[in-house]
Antibody, heavy 117, light 110 residues
């Protein structure tokens, strides 16, 4: 079955950097667009970024544009999110999710990122 | 891109139906038939319940249905069951390679 497992979250100071990873299994990873979606504590969902199946195209929410970079390694069935210049408002659980039918049909369990001094 | 507007809460007794709305604009909900709905239990990842306005993924009970009129989409849960108590989020493609989520609605089964 489809599995998405995120890692890399943790506590980081404002202005710092963090790299999240998501390892996929149970499907042909290279066939699918992938997204990062976040959820601040007690809040709703916010789409962050998505990347095409080949990795040649990437798109970002305005709130993270210029600070976050999405990438993938299809040989390793892995998705990444490099987060730089982190702010307190970036504190959230970060989910990786698979695209299908212009929706997000499978989600990982999430990894918590806390930005605090 | 502003979040889509959902009522904060909705409720119903077991066996009843509940409908929640998701209001956007002509730039998102009204402009594309790419509305999806997600169920999220506390501490869990969201689960896709409806895609492309009214289609159900395999394994989702037919008690869940979706519709859209103009800039407002709706999710109806019929024959409410205790396990349906959860947060529900709508989402829409918003053009220019953007996606937007709704503010979320907590469904309580009385």
């Amino acid at each position: 079955q489809v599995q998405l497992v995120e890692s890399g979250g943790g506590l980081v100071k404002p202005g710092g950097s963090l790299r999240l990873s998501c390892v996929a299994s149970g499907f042909t990873f290279s066939d699918y667009y992938m997204s990062w979606i976040r959820q601040a504590p007690g809040e709703g969902l916010e789409w962050v970024s998505y990347i095409s199946s080949s990795g040649s195209n990437a798109y970002y929410a305005d709130s993270v544009k210029g600070r976050f970079t999405i990438s993938r390694d299809n040989a390793k069935n892995s998705l990444y999110l490099q987060m730089n210049s982190l702010r307190a408002e970036d504190t959230a659980v970060y989910y990786c999710a698979r695209h299908a039918h212009v929706a997000f049909d499978n989600w990982g369990q999430g990894t918590l990122v806390t930005v605090s001094s | 891109q502003s979040a889509l507007t959902q009522p904060p809460s909705a409720s119903g007794s077991p066996g009843q139906s509940v409908t929640i709305s998701c209001t956007g604009s002509s730039s998102d909900v009204g402009g594309y038939n790419y509305v999806s709905w997600y169920q999220q239990h506390p501490g869990k990842a969201p689960k896709l319940m409806i895609y492309e306005v009214n289609k159900r993924p395999s394994g989702v009970p037919d008690r869940f249905s979706g519709s859209k009129s103009g800039n407002t989409a709706s999710l109806t849960v019929s024959g409410l069951q205790a396990e349906d108590e959860a947060d529900y989020y709508c989402s829409s493609y918003a053009g220019n390679t953007n996606y937007v989520f709704g503010t979320g609605t907590k469904i309580t089964v009385l």
